[in-house]
């Protein structure tokens, strides 16, 4: 696989591999994100998702981390703080890890968990002045890294 330098090459990549393998790319784009958030059912669903786990591991770490997108939505409230509000996202990335099938937008963990991980980076970026890491180039990294290993 050559080098992923832009979007399009990055959403065909992801779509070419096996529902176990996007579970543990999205992984490595949560991973990436992981710091933003202190949630062990958030944690939980990354590991689930990068070992590869069983259905009910599957179904329980969802719910543990749709859980945890509510309990941090609800906390980023009308104020509108932003370090909650990354946290909420870097929660919906992990679930979209472990969903079941069907149940991302997208059809993709992957591609959700990447959409997920860099409106948390983006939230950060507001709430810091803008100092933002391109979240996407360092996502086209990790990915190529899984595709070579």
């Known amino acids: 696989m050559a080098e992923i330098k832009n979007e399009a090459a990055f959403r065909q990549a992801l779509d070419g591999l096996a529902l176990a393998d996007q579970r543990k790319a999205g992984a490595l784009f949560v ?5 933003l958030i202190e949630d062990e059912r958030v944690a ?12 009910e591991a599957l179904a329980a770490a969802f719910q543990g981390a749709r859980r945890a997108s509510i309990d941090w939505h609800t906390r980023c409230g009308a104020e509108g703080d932003w370090k909650e509000q990354a946290a909420y996202f870097v ?20 591609w959700q968990a990447a959409v997920n991980a860099r409106m948390a980076r983006t ?6 002045d803008g100092t933002a890491v391109r979240e996407n180039e360092a996502q086209y990294r990790l990915l190529g890294e899984f595709l070579k290993a």
């Not at 929660?91 to 992957?110: F, I, Y």
């Not at 939230?123 to 810091?128: G, K, N, P, Q, T």
């Open 91 to 110: 929660a919906r990335a992990a679930a979209a890890c472990v969903a079941p099938p069907g149940h991302v937008k997208s059809g993709n963990p992957a």
């Open 44 to 55: 939980g669903a990354v590991e689930v998702a990068a070992k590869g786990g069983s259905d």
């Open 31 to 35: 991973r990436a994100v992981l710091p």
């Open 123 to 128: 939230s950060v970026a507001i709430d810091e």
